[in-house]
């Protein structure tokens, strides 16, 4: 009896000795994984803050107020108000009538042009397209926000160091002396920046938006998910439920997994040789953007619909072939049903993975520069990662908020796919 | 006598070592294993009057391993026959060649002769889903599908096309239900999912959709060892009532059980069928060496 006491109260001492190191253990560990993760949200949140702070300014653009009159001589001369004929007209003198009643002492030829260059080249046509709107606005005087020139946006909003010696700063003295005087007029507004949204590229910066390159990327990811779902879950399904475990479903797999893991350039390269070459397909297409995504998202859609429909219980597959259900019954009522939220989530993982891919749209000819905004699959069009890659190379110090405001609505839109896939996995997800 | 034959093919130590008066159970047991060769031969008859299953010198190899060895069994019309024997012994993977639940491991292979009704179920031209619409199956642990209760029991009859319309689906969704004894706890959510019932209740749901086809055959793999007690009762007698109208194959590993639901009882070990015979005579008097240990629990 006493042995067995003692032999107990050596066990316990052992056991209550060992305690300490092992919850010291314990607690190192959760230190490490709660280090891991603050550090890496510290990384995410200085990566969002770098950008939000560059990129929000873009979604305003600088206006100049002005009086702008509807000279009918200049318009319309005939008074046919044919539209054709006005648009020949020289909206330009229209837009700048203002500026030279608000500045009469310039007068030097070039002191004028400079004067005018407050003005966006976009702004004549924006008063072209309210004459277009409505005719009757030509011979009346309407007050008229007019887009500012990208200098003097970026003078505004604080991003060119009044202070610096005039040879550095891309604003002369007598740009700033009118800015300023507009100022005080209480002339120069900041407004919702809508072209941003809607416009395709554009040389100037106050001009160019994500419109096309958002409508190229909308256009490019159809193409993908229409193909690369449909296929991934009959490759994913066949190779899972119906052919045979051999050497050759091995092979498949290998390769598979292989691709998932080949550099996208160089499926951009085959897209190249095999559909533009080959099949004659037009350039800068998001069609062929499309393909070639779905030939990079494949894998990981097969890839996570297999472990979906692995994860499927085998009991239900019995169940459903006790009761005398075919193979195919019991995969598409029942094993299908209870993988595809799986499924779902790769698929939409996948999609972001296309919506973020640049290089292998660079070699099919996405990359060009194109105003006009993709009405279908088959037009020239370039994507949003390219776009932000294109602006990025511009010189001008207004694309650099553009660029990250580009970067910012990527984002939301990754974010946005991201959460719908995981509100989609909570939603359908299943007990048994 | 069917003792004799066997004991005239063991040798004689064995013979000797087989005495229960000679050696502890221990000894005994892993003789008797040793003793049963590829041409060892089933005590009792295998055979019956009106037999709706017949096996004929089954065998069934995983991969290289010989999981059943030449088995030879009938399968009553209107009975209960029980399977029992240690973990591992076969009886499970016998039961599923009843109606080619087999056929989904890859690496299982099925030699021998089983006929349902003199029709071969291995033959090459049989079609397994109206075999497994005939040949119903029970599973060990209750699955029933991620669905309403009601679309478990309908499913069955749904793709086998029993229904013609809303009613009589209704009506054998009742039916099932109610010889299932779960219609009066579901009757007023049938809409509700299968997955929200009591482990006995799922169980039991399992067994109406299995009913729900009409299979004449019901094979039954250890229906209640996920079960508790009050729940196990339930089932042991609504087995007993699908008796009169279905023939019935069950394996368990509750002696008790077997002793309390089946009038035939076929005793497994190692991948032979050791002894075969009413439950009664299995229970009372069993011949084998092997039964008498595993049913007075000396070893199993």
Known sequence: MTDQKDRH????????????????????????????????????????????????????????????????????????????????????????????????????????????????????????????????????????????????????????????????????????????????????????????????????????????????????????????????????????????????TDLIEVNINNLAAVPSIVFGLLGLAMFINLFGLPRSAPLVGGLVLTLMTLPTIIIASRAALKSVPPSIREAALGVGASKMQTVFHHVLPLAMPGMLTGTIIGMAQALGETAPLLMIGMVAFIVDIPGGPLDPSTVLPVQVYLWADSPERAFVERTSAAIIMLLLFLIAMNTFAVIMRRRFERRW | MAVDQEENEMTTAETVAADPALSGARTRSERGSRALGSDFETVGEVRVGDPRMTCTDVNVYYGDKHAIKHVSLDIAQNQVVAMIGPSGCGKSTFLRCLNRMNDTIDICRVTGEIKLDDQDIYDKRLDVVPLRAQVGMVFQKPNPFPKSIYDNIAYGPRIHGLASNRTELDEIVENSLTKAGLWEEVKDRLDQPGTGLSGGQQQRLCIARTIAVEPEVILMDEPCSALDPIATAKVEELI?????????????????????????????????????????????????????????????
């Open chain 1, 9 to 248: 109260k050596r066990t316990i001492d052992i056991v209550n000795a060992s305690l300490k190191r092992r919850y010291a253990r314990e607690r190192r560990f959760k230190a490490m994984g709660l280090g891991a993760v603050i550090l890496g949200l510290l990384f995410v949140s200085a990566l969002f803050f770098d950008i939000f702070s560059k990129g929000y300014t873009a979604f305003v653009q600088t206006h100049i107020e002005l009086e702008v009159y509807f000279d009918p001589a200049v318009i319309d001369p005939d008074g046919k108000r044919d539209l054709e004929e006005i648009s020949r007209a020289d909206f330009r003198k229209i837009a700048r009538a203002p500026l030279v009643k608000l500045f009469p002492e310039v007068t030097g030829r070039r002191d004028k042009l400079a004067l005018y260059s407050i003005l966006s080249s976009g702004a004549p046509y924006q008063l072209l397209n309210m004459v277009k709107d409505d005719v009757a606005v030509i011979g009346q005087t309407l007050t008229i926000d007019l887009i500012a020139d990208d200098d003097v946006d970026m003078l505004v909003k604080g991003h060119i160091d009044r202070h610096l010696p005039a040879a550095d700063r891309r604003v002369n003295d007598t740009m700033i002396d009118w800015i300023d005087r507009l100022e005080q007029l209480g002339l120069v507004k900041k407004k919702f920046n809508t072209r941003f949204f809607t416009n395709g590229d554009s040389r100037e910066p106050e001009l160019a938006g994500i419109g096309g390159a958002a409508a190229g990327s909308f256009y490019t990811l159809l193409v993908t998910l229409a193909l690369s779902f449909p296929i991934g879950v009959g490759a994913a399904l066949y190779l899972e439920e119906f052919a045979p475990k051999n050497r050759w």
């Open chain 2, 240 to 300: 007993d009532e699908l008796r009169a109208n279905y023939t019935i194959a069950i394996v368990t590993h509750s002696m008790q059980q077997a002793a309390r639901v089946s009038q035939r009882t076929a005793y497994f070990h190692l991948g032979n069928l050791v002894e075969v015979g009413e439950t009664t005579q299995i229970f009372t008097n069993p011949r084998h060496k092997l039964t008498e240990d595993y049913i007075t629990g000396r070893f199993g």
